[in-house]
């Protein structure tokens, strides 16, 4: 029998929004310029900017500093879904209770939720703070006791198999990895669980 979600909670970063396309890019730019570094073309999507500058050798406060509000300054290109999200998640509101989870600057992540037109399909958005200690498990144990659930009703959507997917793994939720698994699967896992 189909396990029966009625939570989903999604992650937002590459699995809503093309992030390593589209705001990786511009942001490193910015970085780069702000900094006057040459920021290696790296995979610094969800990355600290001590973590995007490491390689790049040491740097004067002044220009951490400049590269750090750079990095996290809620300054976005034009920002679109992922091709069929909003349609997906149209899909999945007569069945589940939807919930945003996303780790980064807040400021910033919150202006990619609005950017990208996500904010009225969810419940609630969380943003973890990247520079903090705790993690999404305990957001997602959050959510868990906010709806008062057991971990095996709630689907964790992501693409981090080291984040949001590892800590589904660890609290007994369900997981969808985006790498392999569709929107419309999503859609059809999620509402044969609740038909
Ligand atoms: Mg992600």
Do not use: Y
């Given at each position: 029998m189909a396990p029966q979600y009625t939570v989903v909670v999604f992650d937002l970063d590459d699995t809503l929004i093309d992030t390593t396309a589209v705001?990786?890019?511009?942001?490193?730019?910015?970085?780069?310029?702000?900094?006057?570094?040459?920021?290696?073309?790296?995979?610094?999507?969800g990355k600290s900017i001590d973590e995007v500058l490491a390689p790049a050798g040491p740097l004067s406060a002044r220009a951490r500093a400049a590269a750090a509000a750079a990095w996290y300054a809620p300054d976005l290109p034009?920002?679109?879904?992922?091709?069929?999200?909003?349609?997906?998640?149209?899909?999945?509101?007569?069945?589940?209770?939807?919930?945003?989870?996303?780790?980064?600057?807040?400021?910033?992540?919150?202006?990619k939720v609005d950017a990208a037109g996500l904010?009225?399909?969810?419940?609630?958005?969380?943003?973890?703070?990247?520079?903090?200690?705790?993690?999404?498990?305990?957001?997602?144990?959050?959510i868990l006791e906010r709806c008062g659930i057991a971990p095996a009703q709630c689907l964790v959507v992501g693409d981090d198999v080291t984040?949001?997917?590892?800590?589904?793994?660890?609290?007994?939720?369900?997981?969808?990895?985006?790498?392999?698994?569709?929107?419309?699967?999503?859609?059809?896992?999620?509402?044969?669980?609740?038909?």
């Open positions: 705001l990786v890019p511009d942001a490193l730019a910015r970085v780069a310029a702000a900094a006057q570094v040459t920021v290696p073309d790296l995979d610094a999507r034009p920002l679109d879904p992922k091709p069929g999200a909003v349609a997906m998640l149209r899909a999945l509101a007569p069945h589940a209770r939807l919930f945003l989870l996303t780790r980064g600057a807040h400021a910033r992540q919150q202006a904010r009225a399909h969810f419940e609630a958005v969380i943003v973890r703070p990247i520079e903090a200690a705790g993690s999404k498990r305990d957001d997602l144990t959050a984040d949001e997917l590892a800590h589904a793994t660890a609290l007994g939720c369900g997981r969808c990895d985006i790498a392999n698994v569709t929107f419309d699967e999503i859609v059809a896992r999620v509402s044969a669980g609740s038909a």
